[in-house]
């Protein structure tokens, strides 16, 4: 779905605007073994910052920084790399391309499936529907792997909530209701419990085994720090903030401060991207007494930097700019 956000108008010399770009898988789809991943395809990759580095100027989380702390200027038609979720993919294809057009990427990682080198639900959802060729099929055994647990009245209940959302772009209705029951609306246990045996079932591997090719590695973390790329925080286990108690957030937050420190990144001034773009007043209110500079969204559209939102900035997806 291509908006072509260099449409929008922007005045004068320095600009109140941003426009931030969210990138997640970015590899040779062609030679992947998991061709139906929803992923960027590295040519596509080069064609788009091509074309961002045409009609945009790309700026450094350091500039948007200095912008919330200083209020430096920044420059007309200002564009912000971010790379979320921490994958082998940005130290394979993402760290070279930008280091050979000098350029410099924000990348935000989850910290557990970096340390501890387990799946996160979302990208075990992820390889599930794209090893899956009929989402009506695997509703119908998701429900049925439900059963033990939550009765028919209730599946019921959670189809019309989840499978009548509109306003999810990219993704069909049993999609959209796979995700949401195996993300969030399923009590934890049951649904890390659901999510593994569909996981093997489907991708044919355990998700420990999964996770050391998917994920980057501590040293890579390190690299991309010392390769001056800004590395900020994703959280711990990129949990739904919102859904959690300002205590549980707390240890979030403070786990992942804890482990950008310890791979060297900076934690003065520092950038948060929500996971899922979820938060709540609680989140707000535990950055700004952390110090935290920027927060990043998935809500859509030009990044307006109006003072008082600085912690709720919008983003594009790397689909609404041409590649």
């Given at each position: 779905?291509?908006?072509?956000?260099a449409?929008?108008?922007?005045?004068?010399?320095?600009?109140?605007?941003?426009?931030?770009?969210?990138?997640?898988?970015?590899?040779?789809?062609?030679?992947?073994?998991?061709?139906?991943?929803?992923?960027?395809?590295?040519?596509g990759?080069?064609r788009?910052?091509?074309?961002?580095?045409?009609?945009?100027?790309?700026?450094?989380?350091?500039?948007?920084?200095?912008?919330?702390?200083?209020?430096?200027?920044?420059?007309?038609?200002?564009?912000?790399?971010?790379?979320?979720?921490?994958?082998?993919?940005?130290?394979?294809?993402?760290?070279?391309?930008?280091?050979?057009?000098?350029?410099?990427?924000?990348?935000?990682?989850?910290?557990?499936?970096?340390?501890?080198?387990?799946?996160?639900?979302?990208?075990?959802?992820?390889?599930?529907?794209?090893?899956?060729?009929?989402?009506?099929?695997?509703?119908?055994?998701?429900?049925?792997?439900?059963?033990?647990?939550?009765?028919?009245?209730?599946?019921?209940?959670?189809?019309?909530?989840?499978?009548?959302?509109?306003?999810?772009?990219?993704?069909?209705k049993?999609?959209?209701?796979?995700?949401r029951?195996?993300?969030h609306?399923?009590?934890?246990?049951?649904?890390?419990?659901?999510?593994?045996?569909l996981?093997?079932?489907?991708?044919?591997?355990?998700?420990?085994?999964?996770?050391?090719?998917?994920?980057?590695?501590?040293?890579?973390?390190?690299?991309?720090?010392?390769?001056?790329?800004?590395?900020?925080?994703?959280?711990?286990?990129?949990?739904?903030?919102?859904?959690?108690?300002?205590?549980?957030?707390?240890?979030?937050?403070?786990?992942?401060?804890?482990?950008?420190?310890?791979?060297?990144?900076s934690?003065?001034?520092?950038?948060?991207?929500?996971?899922?773009?979820?938060?709540?007043?609680?989140?707000?209110?535990?950055?700004?007494?952390?110090?935290?500079?920027?927060?990043?969204?998935?809500?859509?559209?030009?990044?307006?930097?109006?003072?008082?939102?600085?912690?709720?900035?919008?983003?594009?997806?790397?689909?609404?700019?041409?590649?």
């Amino acid at each position: 779905m291509e908006t072509d956000p260099a449409s929008f108008r922007y005045e004068g010399k320095s600009s109140m605007n941003v426009s931030i770009i969210m990138y997640h898988y970015v590899r040779d789809i062609k030679r992947s073994k998991y061709p139906g991943i929803k992923g960027l395809e590295f040519e596509g990759f080069k064609r788009q910052l091509d074309y961002l580095e045409k009609n945009y100027n790309i700026i450094s989380a350091q500039d948007l920084i200095e912008f919330s702390v200083n209020g430096k200027d920044l420059p007309s038609k200002a564009c912000y790399l971010t790379f979320d979720d921490g994958y082998k993919d940005h130290i394979d294809f993402v760290l070279p391309e930008l280091l050979e057009r000098n350029l410099q990427g924000s990348f935000f990682v989850p910290v557990k499936p970096v340390v501890e080198r387990e799946m996160l639900d979302v990208n075990s959802i992820h390889f599930i529907l794209a090893t899956c060729s009929d989402y009506s099929a695997l509703v119908s055994e998701l429900n049925s792997l439900c059963h033990p647990y939550i009765g028919e009245d209730a599946l019921k209940k959670h189809w019309n909530m989840y499978a009548s959302v509109v306003d999810e772009r990219f993704d069909t209705k049993e999609v959209v209701y796979i995700k949401r029951m195996l993300q969030h609306a399923l009590p934890e246990e049951i649904r890390n419990s659901i999510t593994r045996t569909l996981f093997e079932q489907y991708v044919g591997e355990t998700p420990c085994s999964f996770a050391d090719q998917l994920y980057l590695s501590i040293d890579d973390v390190k690299k991309l720090v010392n390769a001056g790329m800004y590395v900020g925080s994703h959280g711990y286990k990129h949990t739904w903030l919102s859904k959690g108690s300002i205590e549980e957030q707390a240890t979030e937050i403070d786990l992942s401060l804890g482990f950008l420190k310890s791979v060297g990144a900076s934690t003065d001034n520092w950038i948060m991207c929500y996971p899922y773009g979820d938060f709540n007043q609680d989140t707000l209110s535990l950055l700004r007494s952390r110090k935290c500079a920027i927060g990043l969204s998935t809500k859509v559209g030009v990044a307006d930097l109006n003072t008082s939102k600085l912690l709720e900035l919008s983003r594009f997806d790397t689909n609404d700019f041409p590649q």
